[in-house]
């Protein structure tokens, strides 16, 4: 018995539509059109996405923002208040300091008393007489040194102190100097002041740091005072000092030479008023 097998191998029916479909423009232009919309769709809720979350960071650094300012703000605010509260320490301390004054230059001795050498320092250079009342103690500053150290002396009053500090000036030429007994701050204050003012023109009075500052005016000047280093913009620049004692210097010196002329004038005067008897 023969059995014959026959295999069709003609292509399927939906095989062929789907050929037909896919070389069709209009089908491809359609499903091209639908892969867009879909991707469109896609792309426009990842933006949504994307733009919710670009929103709430912003938020978020707005927040931040405003906790660095409010934070800045009581750091200011704190700093503020702490050099205020420095400031009022410094003050008290100054008060505190008010009878006292240091004085350098005086030779220093193993076995000195140094009451009897400022009494002795102020009567003989000063004119000035310090009783033992009116002192409450002193001692050298600062460690052993080949130079004498400073004396740092507390009176038991005011009147006292300034009956030597006010005749201070009559040490000029000496190797003898007083000074207020500043704190540091008001030392440093007072220190570099200076740099920009010049010696002359900086000094202290009862803890204040001052400042002799040039005028408008050739020759006159207006005190100021400093109570720290923002008051130095009240200041001239310190070309203007340099040039204002350029020309006190030239003051000073003709002055000098007129008084000498008249010095001169009246020995002149003198000899010939004796040559005449």
């Known amino acids: 018995m023969e059995t014959s097998t026959n295999t069709d191998h003609s292509t399927p029916p939906s095989q062929g539509i789907t050929d037909q479909l896919m070389a069709s423009s209009e089908y491809r232009a359609y499903m091209k059109q639908l892969l867009a919309e879909v991707v469109d769709e896609k792309i426009g809720k990842r933006l949504e996405i994307c733009e919710s979350e670009i929103h709430e960071i912003r938020l ?147 803890g204040r740091i001052l400042v002799a500052a040039p005028t408008s005016t050739p020759g006159k000047t207006v005190i100021i005072q400093i109570r720290n280093t923002s008051d130095w913009q009240k200041l001239p620049d310190k070309e203007v000092f340099e040039e204002f004692e350029k020309q006190r210097a030239v003051r000073a010196k003709a002055n000098q030479n007129v008084n000498a002329e008249l010095t001169q004038h009246k020995m002149l005067t003198r000899t010939k008023a004796g040559s005449l008897r």
């Open 60 to 206: 978020e650094i707005d927040t931040l923002k405003e906790d660095k300012n409010q934070r800045k703000k009581v750091d200011d605010d704190f700093s503020e208040k702490l050099s205020k509260v420095q400031n009022e320490l410094d003050d008290l301390e100054q008060y505190s300091r008010r009878n006292s004054l240091r004085i350098n230059g005086i030779t220093e001795n193993p076995k000195e008393d140094t009451n009897e050498l400022i009494k002795t320092m102020a009567k003989e250079r000063l004119g000035v007489t310090i009783d033992d009342r009116d002192i409450d103690r002193s001692h050298r500053v600062g460690k052993p040194r080949p130079e004498p150290r400073p004396i740092l002396m507390k009176f038991t009053n005011y009147k006292a102190r300034n009956d030597v500090m006010k005749d201070r000036k009559k040490l000029k030429g000496s190797n003898i100097t007083i000074k207020e007994d500043l704190t540091r701050i008001n030392q440093d204050l007072l220190t570099n002041t200076a740099k920009r003012t010049g010696v002359k023109n900086t000094w202290s009075h009862d």
